[in-house]
């Protein structure tokens, strides 16, 4: 049997629902968890494998292709009685947006790790991420089957690198290709799975583990009862504590983040697949058991509850063009959604039409006939919703918190190779960017060129073949550039810019003071800026005070060394004078952006580029070559730790240099090198790099 029957009886429907998100970093078994999950629920009747492109999650040609995953994909299950909405995420840093706006619609999160590798660079990423949005989260130690996998060294591993309290909750039957099942420790019992069986058997523990499992049972609810007072008070009492006392700390831990919850298998060969989803039924969260989501309407914030019965509120958080019309993913929080309803769009301030429902299994969709709170659905027939978008009931109108969208770090110049088609290539980067607001298309002032912009080189090369492949344009894609921004170093005081306009009429007059200076909050040279008015006596109005910060924002747009955006500064306006008849908010907004830019003129400014942590794994004989590689390539080697015959190298290495990186590290290494890269902020960029924005 592949199914469970629920034997739990439910007075609110919602207590049955999980909506969860698959973590991990590239090529851990993110995909292979996804589809074996769905094959143990029943939802499909062959198990998909990654290497030969037959998966449900990754379904895009160039997902097949590639073996990674690369946009976000939503499917649906049930377990237990419970339904599953599951998001396969990316792992690659390059798509770490889609994972953004996948964990701003969780309520929980599985974790993965190579059993091997243990916590790696983007794992920590993703973990942190999911750190900023809230989302509990348990832990799957994936790929146990292999040689080197180690369960301790990977939870030391996440103890270490991510700071959580491990609850491990398995013992591993056998190790490496010995690998053969888990002994569920709560309830003291072995699962073993032999190759080609459909379930896992139950049994008592082996007795050549039942010392260890009893040992670390006793652990287990010793970590447990130091951070729950009611597992405590049974544990002082009985000195022991019951599987359902267990059980329910574990919930309550893992649901307020005082603990992750650590399973393990071999997704691949089907071994700790079920006891991962009684794990993610038993301790991850239901729409009921998160906060309510608060949105704001005419400046004050406002709550709404997961009840079918309230105002409808939900968020789109992706959207998809198919042959078959355009997909709006969202999270229903609030009330309910039928076919043919009408809804408001806060965003745009403007109703839409709900034309169809469904819900999705990635690209394959059952219609429904309403969706309600804590549903993950798509819906056809929006035409104005983006990702980030709030709809609502029209006449209960709330706007929800977006999800954040990165910055892009790198750009290239595209253009069509046939003239004809350059209109049909803007309206694909026009596409491409509505699906994805993590790149972006503008065009360059001085060269006439369009840019895209986006995370990455990969990121980039994937959006480019999406216009090939689904638009038929062909295009020429220029050098990748990477994007630079300017702070100051060495600020000015007293700045002083006079506005004067008079042609006829009224004019323009404001007299504005400013000083500037570095802001040392803005560590990371990412986007930061901070205005302040130091002005007594009300020398400049304070709606006049707006107008000089709106202007001097504008002027950040472009700064003095190349063009680039400027970040990292501390913008006071100390003095200022006004005309009784010719000052107004246009006046002092101009003076605002005409006295910053000239007052940026005069201070020290510094060039930044953007910076990533690398992460080679090399056999030990190629440590010397590589070591000198990064060395020539401006790399700041940070650690290195040996394993197994190959030995791991950190550095930290400016984005501009490691452009075609990965074909040198092959020739060095004969084919046996790899890397991971992953965003660190900006730093100083030397004076040669001073070029102008593209």
């Not at 009685?81 to 999160?109: K, Y």
């Not at 506005?499 to 909050?521: I, M, R, S, T, Y």
């Amino acid at each position: 049997m592949r199914t469970h029957v629920n034997t739990r009886t439910r007075t609110n429907p919602l207590t049955g629902v999980r909506n969860l998100g698959i973590l991990a970093h590239v090529d851990a078994g993110k995909t292979t968890v996804t589809e074996r999950i769905l094959y143990a629920t029943g939802t499909t009747y062959k198990r998909g494998e990654v290497h030969d492109g037959t998966t449900v999650t990754d379904f895009d040609p160039q997902e097949r292709d590639r073996g990674i995953t690369i946009f976000a994909a939503a499917v649906s299950c049930t377990w237990d009685g419970h339904r599953i909405n599951l998001i396969d995420t990316p792992g690659h840093v390059d798509f770490a947006d889609e994972v953004e706006r996948s964990l701003r619609v969780l309520d929980g999160a599985v974790a993965v790790f190579d059993a091997v590798a243990g916590v790696e660079p983007q794992s920590e990423s993703v973990w942190r991420q999911a750190d900023r949005h809230g989302v509990p989260r348990i832990a799957f130690v994936n790929k146990m089957d292999r040689a080197g996998a180690d369960l301790d060294t990977a939870v030391a591993s996440i103890r270490e690198r991510l700071h959580p309290v491990p609850l491990v909750v398995q013992l591993p039957i056998g190790t490496e290709e010995g690998f053969t099942g888990v002994v569920d420790l709560l309830r003291m019992r072995a699962l073993v799975r032999a190759d080609g069986a459909e379930a896992a058997e139950e049994g008592p523990v082996p007795e050549a583990l039942r010392e260890e499992a009893v040992r670390r049972r006793r652990l287990l609810e010793e970590a447990v009862a130091e951070r729950h007072p009611a597992a405590l008070e049974e544990f002082c009492d009985r000195e022991t504590l019951t599987a359902a006392t267990l059980a329910a700390a574990l919930r309550d831990l893992t649901r307020t983040g005082d603990g992750v919850v650590v399973l393990c298998g071999s997704a691949y060969r089907d071994r700790g697949v079920e006891p991962l989803l009684d794990a993610v039924v038993a301790y991850l969260p239901s729409p009921l058991d998160v906060p309510p989501v608060c949105g704001t309407h005419d400046g004050t914030e406002q709550e709404r509850h997961a009840d079918p019965a309230a105002p409808m509120a939900a968020l789109a958080f992706k959207v998809n063009a198919t042959p078959t019309g355009r997909l709006t993913y969202l999270r229903v929080y609030s009330g309910t959604i039928e076919r043919g309803d009408t809804v408001w769009n806060a965003g745009t301030r403007r109703t839409e039409r709900v034309g169809r429902i469904l819900r999705v299994r990635a690209d394959r969709h059952d219609p429904l006939e309403r969706a309600v709170a804590g549903d993950i659905v798509a819906v056809v027939g929006l035409k104005s919703a983006r990702a980030g978008s709030t709809l609502c009931a029209p006449g209960a109108p709330l706007l929800l918190e977006p999800p954040g969208v990165a910055e892009p770090v790198v750009h290239v110049a595209v253009e069509a190779r046939r003239s004809t088609d350059t209109d049909r290539l803007a309206s694909a980067l026009a596409r491409l960017t509505e699906e994805d607001p993590s790149l972006v298309v503008r065009t360059d002032p001085e060269s006439g060129q369009t840019v895209l912009s986006g995370m990455g080189e990969l990121h980039l090369e994937v959006a480019t073949e999406r216009v090939r492949r689904e638009h038929g344009v062909e295009v020429t894609v220029g050098r990748p550039g990477v994007a630079y921004r300017e702070t100051v170093g060495e600020g000015v005081t007293g700045f002083v810019h006079r506005h004067v306009k008079q042609d006829g009429g009224a004019g323009q007059f404001a007299h504005v003071v400013l000083d500037v200076e570095p802001w040392e909050e803005d560590t990371e040279g990412g986007g930061g800026f901070v205005f302040r008015s130091a002005v007594v006596g009300g020398r400049v109005p304070q709606e006049y005070v707006r107008a000089v910060e709106a202007g001097c924002r504008d002027a950040l747009a472009e700064g003095p060394l190349g063009g680039h955006p400027v970040t990292g500064l501390r913008v006071t306006l100390t003095d200022g004078r006004t005309h009784v008849k010719d000052s107004s908010d246009t006046a002092f907004r101009t003076a605002g952006r005409f006295g910053l830019r000239d007052a940026l003129r005069a201070s020290a400014m510094v060039l930044l580029e953007p910076v990533v942590e690398v992460t080679v794994t090399v056999p030990e004989d190629a440590v010397g070559g590589v070591l000198g590689d990064l060395a020539a390539r401006r790399g700041r080697v940070t650690g290195s730790d040996t394993r197994g015959g190959a030995a791991t190298l950190t550095a930290t290495v400016p984005l501009a240099e490691l452009f075609g990186y990965a074909t040198r590290l092959r020739s060095r290494t004969q084919g046996r090198g790899t890397f991971t890269a992953r965003p660190t902020g900006y730093a100083p960029a030397p004076p040669t790099a001073v070029t102008p924005a593209r």
